[in-house]
């Protein structure tokens, strides 16, 4: 299940406690486990998983990770095939095309 056609906007759903939990959660930790590591109450780390899964659209954990690792993927696919290597070259800015 597709939850966002990009990955930019499939983060930009979430809250920054949300992203924790969820790359939490991506790394198989429980909700005990997120809760020591976040310093915060188990209900509060349902709390977040309940608005993560609502946010995107999904039904369970498993889905979420998924999704989550399907937009970390197309982000990093769409930043290393961009032909738009910035650099500044004296007060101006060139692609690295232009230099070649």
């Not at 966002?4 to 979430?14: C, K, T």
């Not at 198989?28 to 209900?43: F, K, R």
């Not at 990093?76 to 032909?83: F, G, T, W």
């Amino acid at each position: 299940m597709r939850a966002s056609s990009d990955g930019d906007e499939l983060l930009a759903l979430l809250s920054v406690r949300e992203c924790e939990v969820l790359h939490l959660i991506v790394q198989h930790y429980s909700d005990e486990e997120i809760a020591h590591c976040l310093v915060v109450a188990v209900p509060t780390v349902h709390t977040h998983v309940r608005s993560i899964l609502q946010k995107l659209n999904v039904t369970n954990r498993r889905m979420a990770a998924r999704a989550y690792l399907a937009a970390v993927e197309r982000s990093s696919q769409l930043i290393n095939s961009a032909d738009t290597n910035y650099f500044v070259a004296g007060s101006s800015f060139r692609t690295r095309l232009e230099v070649e």
